[in-house]
């Protein structure tokens, strides 16, 4: 059986408030409307993609958004552990919807962050870095074109928000063999390769420590590393010093 991951993305409209002059140097008086979802867009890893918009409500998006994480048993997303589920949470109380049923997540800005020193660890950036693409652009006034539902503006809002998944499908698909968790190969009847569940892998090399000894593995598909779980020492006598 093969593991149901899905890779997401939302977009968000501001809160309405009211403030006095120079808003950046002064609290709201009053918050008058919450921030909310404008749209999302989903995909399920080499599968079909979603995206839906309304700028009205975002009612009927946190069901469908509810629907997909309730199936899915890993989630994807860039920066998708701090901003992401968290907004998607925070919508979810407000409507008093209750948690979906549990799912793992690869936020791949962690990922980044942890591995590498870019100059840049953008989703965009990292993009153009490994070659697999870019974000569309835009600029603030497409978001106020949204506020006021111009057609256009959510036309070209959920074009945007669709690329960004298939940009996070492609970074994703580059950056898994440097993935540590979740473990992948246990999907997987028989040996596989835990960051792709990919079968094409050889045995190169021993791990080693004072207790322990096992055979290392190189995937030929996501180029990962990994190990098997037999403990060799295991197998025959230890000499202690």
Known sequence: ???????????????????????????????????????????WLNGEQETHIDHKTDRILLKKIWK?????????GQNLDRFDIRKINARFLFYNMPPPSPYRTVDTLKVVCKNFALLSNKQDDLGKFMGTGRKIKTDKGLWLDCIKGKKSALKQMSEYNAQDVILLEANYLKLRAWTKTPNLAIF?????????????????????????????????????????SENLRLTRPIVSI
């Not at 997909?68 to 994807?76: G, K, R, T």
């Not at 190169?204 to 598909?221: A, P």
Request: contains cysteine; charged residues 25%; proline residues 3%.
């Open 188 to 228: 997987i009847n028989g040996i596989a390769c835990p960051h792709c569940q990919s079968g094409d892998i050889i045995k190169r090399g021993l791990q080693k420590n004072n207790t322990t000894e096992y055979h290392r593995i190189f995937c030929k598909n996501c180029r990962g590393w990994s190990r098997l």
């Open 68 to 76: 997909l994480l309730d199936q899915a048993e890993i989630v994807v």
């Open 1 to 43: 059986m093969r593991e149901k991951i899905l890779l997401i993305d939302i977009e968000t409209l501001p809160a309405l408030g009211f403030f006095w002059d120079k808003p950046w140097e002064t609290n709201i008086i009053e918050v008058v409307k919450q921030w909310q979802i404008l749209s999302f867009s989903a995909k």
